[in-house]
């Protein structure tokens, strides 16, 4: 059974700072990986998703990669804003079929 | 606006009761989702349908629980006899290739009082 862990739970850092979020997975045998941000109260966005096949993707201050062998993508974010604060979740999709999701970061930016 | 639309963006209901929430999914995306979020946890999947087929259903997914895509387009959630514990987000999402990933909507909130 896949399993998905992110780590930390929580993260707080000063407006400005460049961080990085974790998530780590069980089965390396993914169809791809998908990163979300969820507002209190709110559904999912979409961030990025990267295809088993690719190393990492890129939007805007946002970088995530993956690392298929290691069973670990990792979430990157530059010049941090007030804005970002929110839980960001990863999701790994298996067979082509659903998503597995781990339980979240919850990120505050402290302006 | 062509994202995925829940309805009804809230639901408060007293035990006992059924209630059933509706998914509109991305026009022309074949794949419908059901998900539950409870406080502090990641989503958990119920659910899917390939155009009008349900192709798998969670353990999460008791006898209380019914789900439908009857025309291939929009779904129906529906819980029989609510208990305290079915309360939680109920997330949809729709996809038309997993390739692309999956897309969700804003979710209804279900408080059981």
């Known amino acids: 059974k896949q399993e998905v862990t992110q780590i930390p739970a929580a993260l707080s850092v000063p407006e400005g700072e460049n961080l990085v979020l974790n998530c780590s997975f069980t089965d390396s045998a993914i169809y791809n990986l998908q990163w979300f941000r969820q507002d209190p109260g709110k559904g999912l966005t979409s961030l990025l998703l990267i295809q088993s096949s690719q190393r990492e993707q890129t939007s805007g201050r946002l970088n995530a990669s993956l690392d298929k062998s290691s069973g670990r993508s990792t979430l990157y974010i530059a010049a941090s804003q007030p804005g970002d604060s929110a839980t960001y979740l990863c999701?790994?999709?298996?067979?082509?079929?659903?998503?597995?999701f781990g339980t979240g970061t919850r990120l505050t930016i402290i302006p | 606006d062509t994202g995925v639309s829940q309805d009804p963006r809230h639901k408060i209901t007293k035990r006992g009761q059924n209630v059933t929430f509706r998914c509109d999914p991305i026009?022309?995306?074949?794949?419908l989702y059901w998900y539950r979020q409870t406080l502090g946890q990641g989503p958990e999947f119920l659910t899917y349908f390939q155009n009008e087929a349900q192709l798998e259903k969670s353990r999460l997914l008791s006898d209380r629980f019914s789900a439908e895509r009857p025309k291939g387009s929009f779904s129906t959630l529906e819980i029989q006899r609510t208990e305290q514990g079915d309360s939680a987000m109920y997330l949809c999402?729709?996809?038309?290739?997993?390739?692309?990933?999956?897309?969700f909507g804003q979710g209804t909130r279900l408080t059981v009082v």
């Open positions: 999402a729709s996809s038309s290739n997993m390739a692309l990933g999956a897309f």
């Open positions: 026009s022309e995306h074949n794949r």
């Open positions: 999701a790994v999709i298996i067979g082509n079929e659903k998503l597995t």
